[in-house]
Structure formats: C-alpha cells, structure tokens
C-alpha cells in the first residue's frame, strides 16, 4: 500500500537557521507530491507541490522541496527559518490520473526558537 | 469569493447524540472530501465525493454517513456520536479536470463528544 513516512513529530530550529523537514513515500509508480502547512486553528493550505518537470519545487514562503527518485523522498528546505514559520506540515502524496484524492503523512510541528 | 465554509466551528455531544456537519464550496468543484485529524495521526480521509450524487469510502468510513446534496454541499453525519469520534474534522474540495492536484480546505469543526 502507498504511505508516506515524516521523519519527526516535532522539529525544532533557531531563527535564521536551515529548515529541513523529511518526507519519504513508498511506491513502485511516480507519485506527485505535496507539501501542505498548517497554522493554529487553521485548515491546511498548499505550500507546494512536485507533479512533472522540475525536480525542484519552489512554494510560498521561501520553501522549497526536492524530489528525488532514487531515495523515494521529497524534503521540505528554507534557508532561514523566520517566526511565522511556525506551523504544522504535512506530506502527501497522490497516485490518481483524475482522481485527487491523497494520502497525507502523520505531519511535523516545526518549532521556531528564538 | 468565500472558499470552503464549515458549520459548526465546535460542537460538543454527548455520547449516543446525533449531528450533522455541513460543507459548501464556491468554486464550482466535482471533488469534495471529509478528513478527520488527530494529534499524531495526520489527516485520515472519510468520505469523498468524486461528483455530484456520488460518495465513496475512505480510510475511516465507520460511524459515519454523508449526503453529497448538490454540487455545493457535502454533509457529514454522526448517528451515534461516540468518544472515539472527538476530533478535528476538516472539509476540502478539488477539481480534477485542472490536473492541478490541490485541495481547498475548510477552517475545520472542532468536535468533543463526552
């Protein structure tokens, strides 16, 4: 069965420092995948997303992600982590042709320090 | 321009009540789609509606019913609301025909059921 695996329930990073959240997905077919953030009391709201092309992605916010076939994984990056980064991410991952559904990873809580 | 719109925001039940959450989107999409999350769990698909008239099982589907009433609105209901059932419930639309594979959510419905 497809899944997808975030390494870390909680990371925490000083402001101004690199972000790295990691997100690896099982599966024998290119998936497309998908960062989503989301903020306290908020639903979730896409930051950005890998379906052809470009291996890297860039989002909103200065996030970038990277898919990288060979290790099966897509992590999420910004060089300088800010306060309002804060937030909970999620990954997912979707198989369908026309059909969106997706499958999301159980998420990581970023916390900024200052 | 209001998005995905939820109703209730909170809701507390007690055990063996029933209720109903409702859902309606604005922006014309075939996909609409209930997710609970919990803490640690990520987001667990439901139900969805690929179309107007149609709903499929998702990961999660027991103790639970919906109604797909138009193309506007997806209603989620609990019979027989149960402890296990207190979560955060999250509606989201898509449309596939775009290919671009992003889901709208709703601000989300917190539940408690005592």
């Known amino acids: 069965a497809q899944s997808v695996t975030q390494l870390g329930s909680h990371v925490s990073v000083s402001e101004g420092a690199l972000v790295l959240l990691r997100c690896n997905y099982s599966?024998?077919?290119?998936?497309?995948l998908f960062w989503y953030v989301q903020y306290p009391n908020q639903g979730l709201q896409l930051l950005l997303k890998?379906?052809?092309?470009?291996?890297l992605v860039k989002g909103i916010n200065g996030f970038e992600a990277e898919f990288k076939k060979s290790e099966t994984s897509f992590h999420l990056t910004k060089p300088s982590a800010h306060m309002s980064d804060a937030a909970e991410y999620f990954c997912?991952?979707?198989?369908?042709?026309?059909?969106?559904?997706?499958?999301f990873g159980k998420g990581t809580r970023l916390h900024i320090l200052p | 321009n209001a998005g995905v719109t939820q109703t209730p925001k909170f809701q507390v039940l007690k055990t063996g009540q029933s209720m109903t959450l409702q859902c309606a989107q604005d922006?014309?999409?075939?996909?609409m789609y209930w997710y609970r999350q919990d803490p640690g769990m990520g987001l667990r698909l439901i139900y969805y509606?690929?179309?107007?008239?149609?709903?499929d099982k998702g990961e999660v589907p027991n103790g639970y019913n919906v109604s797909r009433l138009n193309k506007r609105e997806f209603s989620l209901r609990l019979e027989s609301a149960a402890p296990s059932q207190t979560s955060v419930y999250f509606c989201?639309?898509?449309?596939?025909?775009?290919?671009?594979?992003?889901?709208?959510f709703g601000p989300g419905t917190r539940l408690l059921v005592l």
């Open positions: 989201a639309s898509s449309e596939p025909t775009l290919g671009t594979f992003k889901q709208y």
């Open positions: 599966s024998s077919v290119p998936p497309y």
């Open positions: 890998y379906t052809t092309g470009a291996t």
């Open positions: 997912a991952v979707s198989y369908a042709d026309r059909d969106d559904k997706i499958i």
């Open positions: 922006m014309n999409h075939n996909s």
């Open positions: 509606s690929a179309s107007e008239g149609t709903t």
